[in-house]
């Protein structure tokens, strides 16, 4: 039996990447997950049938975020699929990973670039974890993935590092809010980690990266994963509030 057997679990951007990794390891664990996704309906079909070939349970639900009424549709999908497994739509554990990175110099960042990195990266989990609040029950656990550009500064990224400033102020806050009902919220910081993007392809820039990380490589979905699965078990009951840093050391300068 594995620590998550029994709960439910929803993981944003679970097409690809951390959340994919996130939704394959909470599924090993015995959650029920709901692998959600934006555009990738066949990647998040094979996320689905891979964990149940694992002989773990999981159903795909889509929603455009940072678009009006992405958070609805989400939710939808999601108590949809939640009731006919379950019977329920108790959701235990909620990890808001979905996000989209700005590659824009700041001088030419535009406002409509900058709302739409905010309003992905920010207010959608803001707002997914407002509408949450009705469907975890006492002990539930919440995870937001920030990003360790918040404490390395990268003038490429300076509206991204800015949303995933906004990202932690949820675990701060909320945390307070939610403690008494043993509900514990924390924020995940990636250094560098491996997904789709061609420049992982390129040998020269991966070793670049790699120099980054105090470990020299750079990070695996798996490794943040793993931090994520430590953060909603009962293990981790005494953390809430928190700032993670799965950056492989980078931060350490
Ligand atoms: P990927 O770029 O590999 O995947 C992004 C995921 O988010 C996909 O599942 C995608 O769905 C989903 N997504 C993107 N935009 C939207 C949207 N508007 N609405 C709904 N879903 C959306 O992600 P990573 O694994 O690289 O990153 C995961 C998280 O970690 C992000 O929050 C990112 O900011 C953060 N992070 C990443 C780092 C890295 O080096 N990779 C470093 C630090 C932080 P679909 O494909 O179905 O459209």
Not at 35 to 50: K, R
Not at 52 to 77: C, I, N
Not at 112 to 132: G, L, T, Y
């Amino acid at each position: 039996m594995g620590k998550l057997t029994g709960k439910t679990a929803l993981v944003t951007g679970a097409s690809r990447g951390m959340g994919r990794a996130t939704a394959e390891r909470l599924g090993r664990e015995g959650a029920l997950v709901a692998v959600h996704y934006a555009t990738g309906a066949d990647a998040a079909a094979e996320v689905v049938e891979g964990i149940e070939q694992d002989g773990g349970r999981a159903f795909a639900v889509q929603a455009e975020l940072g678009e009006p009424g992405g958070v609805h549709e989400l939710f939808l999908g999601l108590e949809r699929g939640l009731k006919e497994r379950i019977g329920s739509a108790e959701l235990n554990i909620l990890v808001n990973n979905a996000g989209v990175m700005g590659g824009v110099a700041a001088e030419d960042t535009t406002p409509e670039q900058f709302d739409r990195i905010f309003a992905v990266n920010a207010k959608a989990p803001f707002f997914i974890i407002q509408r949450a609040l009705t469907n975890i029950p006492d002990g539930g656990r919440i995870v937001n993935i920030s990003s360790g550009l918040t404490r390395f500064a990268n003038p490429d990224e300076i509206a991204y590092a800015m949303s995933k400033g906004a990202v932690e102020m949820l675990a701060l806050h909320f945390a307070k809010l939610l403690g008494p009902r043993n509900i514990t919220i924390n924020s995940v910081a990636p250094g560098i980690t491996r997904n789709s993007n061609p420049v992982f392809d390129i040998p020269e820039a991966v070793t670049a990266m790699a120099g980054l990380s105090t470990f020299n490589r750079v990070g695996e979905p798996e490794d943040v994963a793993d931090v994520i699965a430590f953060l909603v078990s009962d293990d981790a009951r005494w953390v809430t509030g928190s700032f993670v840093d799965a950056s492989g050391g980078t931060l350490l300068g």
